[in-house]
Every structure is written in C-alpha cells, then in structure tokens.
C-alpha cells in the first residue's frame, strides 16, 4: 500500500474555511465603518458613454456588434439595475446576485472593430453605464497569447474579462470569501451567456489563460486582485467553429508549503492556480461515481429566448422567504434543462470544462416527487433517489439555519471530488468549479423567476454536515446551494 499524498493547498484551504457551528458563532462581527466600496474611482480617465442601458428601450436584434449591442450585453451582464436610497448610502444592485451585496467582481472589456467603441481595454463602470478607458490601440496579439490561442478569440470582437477585488467580501467572509468570489464570477458571466443570445450573439467562457499576462494587461495588483474568467464574444457563427468545447489545462499542485497566515489564504491558493502555458489535462482521469438504482427522467420543454431573458435580468432580485408551497415536477425539469443545456440548445457553451461537479437535488415539496435527496445525471436529464424522507429541517440546520433553507421546494447542491480534482487537473480546479456552480446557479435562478418562483443561492453552510446529508465521503468540496421555491 502506498503512502497517501500530502494534502494540497486547494484541500487545505477547504479544510481552513469550513464553516462550524462554533466558528458561526464565534464571529466577532462587522465593522461597517471599514466597509470596502464596491466600485472602484476612475480618477482623470477619459470615458466612452455607452447606450443599451438603463432606462432605454430595449429591443434586441440579431446582428453584428455594436456600441449599442455591447452597452445592452455589459449592462445586462453586470449594469445596475436598480438603485435603493438609506440614511447615508445609496444601495446599487446589480444584474448579477452577489453574497451580502458586495460585488467583488469587476468587468472589464477588450474591443476591436466595434462600431461606436475605439479599439482598447476598457473597465466597465456600472454606476454611469461607461467604459472607462485603460488602454486603447489594438491588444488581440497579446490576447491570443493569453488565451493560448483559442480559436474563439481570434473571431471574436470582444472580450469580456472578469476580475476579483478580494477585500471587497473578506471584510465579511474573511478567508473563506475566495469561495464567494468566485462564485458571484460565475453568476456574472452566467448573465452573459444568456444576455448575448437575443442580440445574436454568443459567449463562449474561457477559464484558461495566462494569469500573469492578463493581470499585466489590466494592472492588477496581484495580492489584492486576480483575473478569473474571460469570455469571447461571437456574432452568431453558421458553423461551430470556435464554439467547441473549451480545452482543460493542468495546473501545477502544491503539497509542500506551509499553510498561510490567517487572512492571506485567497491570494496564496489564486497564485497556486495560475498557469503560465497550456498544459493538456488527461480528463479520462477523473470519473464520476456510478449511482445505483431506478432513474426518472425529468420534463424538459425549452424556455423562450429573446426579449423576455433580458427583461428578466432586470428584474430578478434574490429570494429571502419562500412560503414552503410545492412545486410542480414539470417546473423542476424546465429549470434543470435551463442550466444545464444540451447540444442543439441556444448557448451549448454555457458550460465550463472540465465537468467535475455533482449534482445533488434535496426535494422537500414537489408534486409528484417523492421527498428526497437525489443525484441528477445532467447528460441524461434524469435523477436518482439516494436518501429517502424530507430534508427540510436538515437543510435549515446545514444551511445555517436560514429559514429559506428550510422553506424552499428544492435546493440544487454542487460538490465534487477535491483530492481526485487536483490529482488530475492541479490546484486551478478549485477555482473553475466553484466558477462553473456559480454559472449554474445563476442560470437556476433566471429559470426560476421566469417561471413565476423564486430563488437564493446559498453559499453559508456547514460543509461537513452537507457531506452526511448527501451521503458523500468527507473529502468531497460542497461548493453552493441553490434554494428554489415559491416566494411568500
């Protein structure tokens, strides 16, 4: 028997970060005096107004980018959607949901050849619904360099780059927001998956690419702020060229340092996944586990395209209290379908590689479903029951006993192999998981408004009490929770 691998520092991380019910309530609270803004200043930079935003009309129509396409894609990606007045403070919200209202994303934009928009990098600032001017000349060589070349990027006029101001949510999570970092990433470009459809467009998500030259690109402070995700920007193509699926590369692992100082994990576990050259991931190495048992495959009627996807960004706002009413089981398979979509859908590639997440369902009220917790198959769109009787109050206990936890029909729940993980794919599978569950999960919500329910994502829990409820082994990351319900 050989000796068990040294944990690697994604492993590590988790381990650190677990919440418990002593660490919950051993916090020492929030000093809002020290509150980080979520927008950054602009101070003497030259701006480009963009239309497309707030309180315009919107009509989308197919064709090629434009000033007028750009501005409706970035503010239906990221734009403030609507703005709330409080004694001392007016309260931006955004398209995209964020965990406590930090927003710790920030987007920028590389254009070339777009109508109304100089060739450049830009930052977008959702306060005036402008791009703000980093650079301006044509930067696609160096862009390609980063992207090793992809070919999305070589057709495609614009570039959308996602970054994380990490402070912005330690403030309140400390060491453990890398994992909401990321995941409000996901939800972000998960907006733009589905934004980009009903001009006629498509983006195609790009989590791999060399860390140090888009972080050179943008100025980055390395130690406060990382790139996370990028996404090409296509106008519709005939054909799938660059629109196949996006390649795995493997990351270096890192068993053999010491842990970081508490408050200096996040820039240490992001600097451990950083790549500096393609490096092909074997993807066969890693393979989901068999479930046994009798599977039921789930209804599936697509939902429409068009106007009504950007009218619902503008207007979905996270669930806080669901009345414990059912839903019906049609309307759970519509939402599945919705953010898992299969070849021949609208936006085939909505999805990150390489697919290492599992899908959990906990149902506790759906007409027609028995109570439950089950493993969903999204290639085949079908589940299986794993664990038999409601999970209403053990959701509520694991989900820090939020009452929308415990009062939600259904709750999506994403997890997946850690050690396995990064044995195959190096320390960067921490950071592409997490940002591919929250993709789904914002995709989960837009279906769940658009079908009149509602929905939260949860990413406070008690790991190790999910991993009992879901009868998966202790060494396997829970990544979100997504509670879909009827809203009260």
Not at 189 to 214: C, E, H, I, K
Not at 237 to 244: E, I, K, L, N, T
Not at 455 to 460: C, E, F, L, P
Request: hydrophobic share 40%; glycine share 10%.
């Amino acid at each position: 028997m050989g000796i068990p691998a040294a944990p690697s520092l994604s492993e590590r991380y988790q381990e650190a970060t677990n919440y418990t019910p002593a660490s919950v309530q051993g916090h020492p609270g929030l000093d809002f005096s020290s509150q980080p803004s979520p927008f950054k200043d602009w101070f003497q930079a030259r701006r480009v107004e963009l239309p497309g935003g707030p309180g315009t009309e919107t009509s989308p129509s197919p064709g090629a980018l434009d000033a007028e396409r750009l501005g409706r894609l970035l503010y239906h990606t990221y734009g403030v959607t609507l703005v709330r007045e409080f004694p001392g403070m007016s309260m931006h919200y955004r398209a995209a949901p964020s965990a406590g209202g930090l927003y710790p994303a920030d987007l920028y934009v590389a254009v070339r050849d777009v109508e109304g928009v100089p060739d450049g990098i830009f930052a977008y600032d959702a306060r005036d619904h402008s791009l703000v001017i980093c650079w301006e000349g044509d930067f696609w060589p160096d862009l390609a360099a980063c992207t090793f070349a992809h070919p999305s990027v070589a057709r495609a006029r614009a570039v959308l780059i996602g970054t994380g101001v990490y402070e912005r949510s330690a403030w309140r999570y400390g060491d453990r927001a890398y994992r909401r970092v990321l995941l409000d990433a996901g939800h972000v470009f998960g907006n733009a998956v589905l934004a980009a459809v009903p001009d006629g467009q498509r983006l195609v998500p790009l989590p791999y690419f060399a860390d140090a030259g888009v972080s050179g690109l943008l100025l980055l402070d390395e130690a406060r702020e990382g790139p996370l995700l990028l996404g090409a920007v296509l106008d519709a193509p005939d054909d799938d060229a660059g629109m196949r699926p996006t390649r795995a590369s493997r990351s270096p692992v890192d068993r053999d340092s010491a842990d970081p100082d508490e408050g200096h994990w996040i820039p240490r576990l992001h600097q451990a996944g950083n790549i500096q050259r393609f490096t092909p991931a074997e993807t066969s190495l890693l393979r989901d586990e068999e479930v046994r048992g009798e599977s039921m495959v789930l209804p599936a009627d697509p939902l429409a395209t068009g106007q009504a996807v950007l009218e619902a960004i503008r207007r979905r706002r996270s669930t806080r209290v669901f009345s414990a009413g059912d839903l019906p089981l049609e309307a759970v398979g519509r939402i599945l379908a919705h953010a898992y979509p299969r070849p021949g859908s609208p936006d085939p590639e909505a999805g990150l590689a390489p697919p290492v997440l599992q899908t959990h369902i906990a149902v506790a009220g759906v007409k027609g479903l028995a109570s439950g917790v089950y493993r969903y198959d999204p290639a085949a769109h079908a589940i299986t029951l794993v664990r038999p009787g409601s999970p209403r109050d053990a959701l509520h206990r694991c989900c820090l006993w939020q009452e929308l936890a415990r009062d939600c029909a259904f709750a999506v729940l994403h997890s997946f192999d850690l050690p396995a993980a990064v044995a195959a794919y190096g320390e960067r599978i921490y950071r592409t998981a997490h940002l591919e569950a929250g993709l789904i999960g914002q995709r989960l919500n837009m279906a769940a408004l658009r079908l009149g329910y509602g929905a939260s994502g949860v990413g406070g829990f008690f790991d190790d009490f999910l991993n009992a409820l879901l009868l998966i082994p202790p060494q396997h990351a829970i990544a979100y929770v997504t509670a879909v319900g009827l809203p009260e």
